[in-house]
């Protein structure tokens, strides 16, 4: 079946919705830096990925690091995606700009007694993100 990683990175690479929520706890938390709140639930943290399943292609995440417990994974990956579709940033859809994005991240995952992510904590560099999208000054 592979590790929690592996299968997390073949959802997200083939935009496959399902099987990103099927590593999430019902009641999980996701933090991360494009969300001005957490998305809480399974389904909040589905429906903010397959948002941006739609505006981006091309998706390949290459890992540098991972760190694995019992209950916790961290993971230092190059997350590369074409932004060919519209995006929401909070102030209404932005239409697609055709760049390429290749961002740093980490992602910290708790995750509960049965293995699901109860808790995504995810760090990169927004302003890096905005300035190869050509949306900032």
Known sequence: MGS????????ITNKDVEAFGSLFAIDAVMYEPLLAEPARGKSAIVEGEASLFRAFS??????????TSDSTV??????SAT????MDLG???VPPTGRRVDVPMVWALDLNEQGLIIEERDYFDTSLIMAQLQLSE
């Open 83 to 86: 932004n060919d579709g519209p």
């Open 74 to 79: 961290m993971v230092e990956v190059v997350l």
């Open 58 to 67: 091309d998706i390949s995440i290459t890992v540098r690091n991972e760190l």
């Open 91 to 93: 102030t209404g859809d």
């Open 4 to 11: 929690l990683v592996e299968r997390l990175i073949a959802a």
